[in-house]
């Protein structure tokens, strides 16, 4: 019985922990004033004003944008190096998953660092990368995305036994029949979980979007580390309570879809 | 086409990406952290990691990130364990539940701790008004390690959690049934299997920690450079990027070496499944 009190009171104090922050940002962003400190009434216009605010709605159509971009090249081209690198011989295989172990290992702030010097360096050849843009973010972003729909398509490969392939191929399947008939609803899981890391990851970035982005160029995270010193426009209090809500909402839906569909 | 050659064209895409994003950027911040403004080779920006001012950056920023590794342990453990031991069907429930904050913006999350620790903020608020006396910690070092704690804190839940997953109640019984009291149930199978986990999440909450640009940034009020905010400095503001690569290169090296240790303690072919 004690334990069971312990048990849940320590429970309820990590949840607060891990909440409080949020529950202070949706109180703000319906504070009358400016203040972060005083609470001086209650108010709807940092909601009319998000989206009046230019900065603000850029910041946000280039976060959706490069999580979105960024998450489906990702997939295309992470899911086609998972199908290479789990058919390749062992030393070949070792040296790919080395190499894309980097860039999850690795500080953040060197991969932006490193980043940034490949695209200014190589603007001085190709005149795509002139300067640093929207572009150069996508990409940062892309690459960082990679590894993670690799890796967590990569163990479902293994499930994907060559055997079915071949089975599928001796029924008298085309090879890219076979990939995409048996290979790929078997590996969808992965890639699935794949895609929805990769945006978290993307929409969660700050430190490679700082250093690879070009000049006006904003993300959510950008805009906000930009404002610290002046104190935040509350319309950044009021969009990510409306972006938090819609995400509740989602995972609420898809948790209640999957619950349903094992109870099946 | 035979499968080799197949398999080849497939991978093409990753292949370019990987050593044009991967490998060769890399390699230019070798060659910056090697030369200076006259392209000649030089050890200046390596060796300048060990000089007291840089040195002291990551000094402070290793006992910061350590200190919050330590406090993510001792906090997390407990939780995985509950979760472990609830038995509840929806084990998909603690990933959301920590999965969750992450989806707003990280940055914010920060910035709202401000509002909660400032000296007029809300904590003090109800301190005073409970007739307790106020704290003031924002622009120190206690403010840092809260912000490392509670960004980094999932990173640690997840693994740990994952890890003792994987227990099986049997072994669990088993080892009751061969007379082990709670106590040594705990000291002797749960901790040394929860191991791999337990390494898994000091490596993604330490080196997280120990780089972070934004947390001192933040929370610091500007009064603390740590490592990545003098990384963050070279290459944006005083445009030294000889320096800013030397140090960088000694971190990443540095980082690679915390990693080759850990790896012996992790499991080997472990999934990626923080979702």
Redesign the interface.
Known sequence: MIRKIL?NT??SL??L??????L??VF?SFNASKS??NFTGFSLKWYQQMLSDRNIVSALQNTILIALLSSIIAV???T??A???S??PKKKRTI?LG??N??M???????G??????FI?LGKVIPFFSSLSFWTVL??H??FN?P?V???VL?KMKGASRLEYQAARDLGAT?SQAFFKVVLPEIMPGIV?GF??AV?MS??D??IT??TRGAGINT??TL??AQ?KRG?NPS??AL?SV??VI??II?LIT?FV??RNEGN | MNGKLRNRLIATPYTIWMIGFIVIPLIFVVYYAFTNDSNAFTVENVISFFNPIHLKSFIQAFKLALISTIICIILAYPIALIFRNSKTKKSSFVVYVFILPMWMNGLLRIYAWLTLIEKRGVINLILTSLGLPSINIVNTEIAIILGMVYDFLPFMILPLYNSLMKIKDETLNGARDLGANELQVFTKVIFPLSIPGMVSGITMVFIPALTTVAISYMLGGGLFLLIGNVIEQEFLTTANWHLGSGLSFVLIIFIFIVMGITNNFTDKDEEVNII
């Open positions: 048990k320590y429970l990590i949840l922990f891990t909440y409080v922050p949020i202070v940002m703000l972060r400190v295309i081209i992470g086609m190096a199908v290479a690198i058919n390749m790919y190499i894309t980097i860039p290992l690795n500080a953040d702030v060197a991969t660092i490193s980043l940034m010097l490949c360096i990409i940062a892309i690459t990679i993670y690799i890796l967590s163990p090879s979980s929805m890391l978290t929409l969660d700050f430190i700082h250093f959510i995270s906000v580390y610290v935040l950044l209090y990510s972006m938090f995400v509740l995972l948790n999957s619950n």
